[in-house]
């Protein structure tokens, strides 16, 4: 149980267009999902959190307008990178977590997307 | 604020050798989870284990091994009899309840094992 899976895997695009990337907890119900940037041979930082049915809570620093995050359904989490610039290539990991069952404090990590901005 | 301290950046060792990770963690919350993961090349992470703050024993699962002293603030892990398969980048990670289940990672540490 709790997989969480992510979409596209790779992703190549260019310079100033918008990327759509899906998260999708598959067998839980995910209030809380996590989006998170890692950098080659760096770790992973947090970009922002998001609560099913609200707005998304930002990390300083990372611009709310250029990375879009929805969160519409229990098991389906979004990010888009918008107007994507080669700066914004990076590996893209979501979590997602159930607070209120047993997996509380536990979080479930997609497989991760690979974006590149040509 | 929480936060996590990986020193060492990279270990190379060869097939069979022990090798020991090294994680220190700050955090003001006496309600925290502290987490191991592995990422292979592919990138995905793997859980290894979570410890709570309030459970001090050490645990052992295989060849791995997790040594937790609060009095020191750090979270080692041990790879005993490494095999190439280990070969892959390590990241202690530290949750605060107080900051509502997020996840602080440190840097990481690249483990290469040599056949």
């Known amino acids: 149980g709790a997989v969480v899976s992510q979409h596209p895997s790779r992703v190549i695009c260019k310079s100033g267009t918008s990327v759509k990337i899906e998260c999708r907890s598959l067998d839980f119900q995910a209030t809380t999902m996590f989006w998170y940037r890692q950098f080659p041979k760096k770790s992973l930082m947090l970009m922002a959190t998001?609560?099913?049915?609200?707005?998304?809570?930002?990390e300083q620093g990372v611009e709310k307008d250029k990375f879009l995050i929805n969160h519409a359904s229990l098991t389906l989490s979004t990010l888009t990178v918008t107007s994507a610039h080669p700066e914004d290539s990076s590996f893209y990991i979501c979590?997602?977590?159930?607070?209120?069952?047993?997996?509380?404090?536990?979080?479930?990590f997609g497989p991760g997307t690979r974006l590149t901005v040509l | 604020a929480q936060k996590v301290t990986q020193a060492q950046t990279e270990i190379s060792v060869v097939e069979k050798e022990d090798v020991t990770l090294d994680c220190v963690y700050e955090t003001r919350d006496t309600t925290y989870y502290l987490f191991w993961y592995k990422q292979p090349p592919s990138g995905e992470l793997v859980f290894l284990i979570r410890r709570n703050s309030f459970d001090e024993q050490n645990e052992i699962s295989g060849r791995y091994s997790w040594n937790f002293q609060k009095s020191t603030s750090s979270f080692n892990f041990t790879i005993t009899a490494s095999q190439v398969v280990d070969s892959a980048v390590y990241f202690c990670?530290?949750?605060?309840?107080?900051?509502?289940?997020?996840?602080?990672f440190g840097g990481g540490t690249r483990v290469l094992v040599k056949p």
């Open positions: 990670a530290l949750s605060e309840r107080a900051a509502g289940n997020k996840l602080t």
């Open positions: 979590s997602a977590s159930d607070p209120r069952g047993l997996t509380y404090n536990e979080q479930f």
């Open positions: 998001s609560n099913e049915g609200s707005k998304a809570t930002y």
